[in-house]
């Protein structure tokens, strides 16, 4: 079996899935932008053959290079690069090359939050009330009907780019001097990120599931120029554990990656926010298999060679990552935070300048069964310096 890794070079965890694919007796082909000679050592380990095109935004190019490997090594059973950024590259080779898996036609329903809500009533859950605005017309009436606060995002957008919350009348009208069509507005929903996050095989079963919990939104860490931390919950929350699965059938999703987010209200009710049909973005699969004591990256190429998985264990211990930024004032320094977390602490590091918007400028990775003692740490290494 030969499956093809775009990318493979990036995130630098994602190699893994190629390693394993080939370990387990498959054959492992990438493009990227690299040429084979910049590749790393681990990275170059994991392929069979690669093929470097400079730039991953010729389509056409990649496509070429695709064929060509396919007639080089056999044909592809499949394509995957983890990452939102490529998924319609990815169905555009699927496309070309008869590939089973998503194929552009089908991204629409995996990319537009305004697609997403009618799988979220298929799946019996009722979305945030919302509406593709076409003009600044429809965001007054919107406006009009739900009253302030409400949210405008890109109907299709990866994380909280261009994410705003407009809670007045002056807020409003600053939103007029920049509004294009296509904004999808939301009533805005006080309350926790939760996820629920998994794995399904090629029958569609979920061999893992799992659920994060963010200490505050991602678009208000972007917005506010603030840091976050976010976990692994060591138990799925009763609620996501039984509405999370009726949205993997409502998709009939095979052979992929995915990642749910919702808001908990304060009242404690879910409202589903987005689906993501590819993992949680890096580090995150690291996070859970520390959780979990186990390897994702092996998992995945399991299922994909349509071993038996599981059943996987439980998480043991609340994974979480630690997120500071150079435009915070922090009380604590490195050497004190890194004395306080103690063998708490799996790595730490500075964190990719591509991220840092969301993820920080520096980061920590701390696993402890203990839920209170995981606040207290995260808690320390983001107190802020007070004069």
């Given at each position: 079996m030969v499956w093809l890794f775009l990318s493979p070079d990036f995130p630098p965890n994602y190699h893994l899935f190629a390693w394993?694919?080939?370990?387990?007796?498959g054959t492992s082909v990438g493009i990227g932008g690299p040429s084979f000679q910049e590749l790393s050592l681990h990275v170059a380990q994991a392929l069979h053959r690669y093929v470097g095109v400079d730039d991953l935004h010729a389509t056409e190019a990649v496509i070429a290079a695709a064929r060509t490997l396919a007639h080089e090594v056999g044909p592809l059973a499949g394509v995957d690069s983890f990452n939102e950024y490529w998924l319609p590259l990815e169905a555009a080779i699927r496309e070309a090359l008869d590939i089973p898996g998503p194929r552009p036609a089908d991204l629409p329903a995996f990319q537009?939050?305004?697609?997403?809500?009618?799988?979220?009533?298929?799946?019996?859950?009722?979305?945030?009330?919302?509406?593709?605005?076409?003009?600044?017309?429809?965001?007054?009436?919107f406006v009009q009907t739900y009253g302030f606060p409400v949210i405008a995002k890109p109907d299709k957008g990866v994380g909280a780019a261009s994410t705003q919350k407009i809670s007045t009348e002056e807020e409003l009208r600053r939103f007029q001097t920049t509004f294009r069509p296509g904004y999808l507005?939301?009533?805005?929903?006080?309350?926790?990120?939760?996820?629920?996050?998994?794995?399904v095989d090629r029958e569609g079963r979920i061999v893992f599931a799992a659920s994060l919990e963010y200490s505050r939104g991602v678009a208000e860490v972007v917005s506010?120029?603030?840091d976050i931390f976010y976990f692994v919950q060591r138990?799925?929350?009763?609620d996501l554990a039984e509405i999370g699965p009726r949205i993997v059938q409502a998709y009939g999703l095979?052979?992929?990656?995915?990642?749910?987010?919702?808001?908990?209200?304060?009242?404690?009710?879910?409202?589903?926010?987005e689906v993501n049909m590819r993992p949680p973005g890096y580090p995150t699969l690291d996070l859970f298999n520390f959780a979990h004591d186990i390897d994702l990256y092996r998992i995945w190429a399991q299922?994909?060679?349509?071993?038996?998985?599981?059943?996987?264990p439980k998480a043991a211990y609340y994974a979480c990552y630690i997120a500071r930024k150079n435009t915070i004032g922090y009380e604590h320094t490195q050497e004190m935070v890194l004395r306080r977390l103690g063998d708490r602490l799996l790595y730490h590091g500075p964190t990719n300048p591509l991220?840092?918007?969301?993820m920080g400028d520096y980061h920590y990775v701390i696993r402890t069964p203990d839920f209170t003692e995981m606040v207290e740490l995260a808690t320390y290494v983001q107190k802020r310096l007070t004069l």
């Open positions: 394993h694919f080939r370990e387990l007796g537009q939050k305004s697609h997403m809500k009618a799988y979220f009533q298929k799946a019996g859950i009722d979305p945030i009330p919302g509406r593709v605005a076409e003009s600044f017309a429809d965001v007054e009436a507005l939301e009533k805005f929903i006080t309350g926790t990120i939760q996820t629920y996050d998994g794995l506010q120029e603030t138990e799925i929350p009763a095979t052979m992929r990656f995915f990642h749910f987010e919702f808001i908990r209200s304060s009242e404690g009710r879910l409202y589903p926010l299922a994909v060679h349509g071993q038996s998985v599981g059943p996987l991220f840092r918007a969301a």
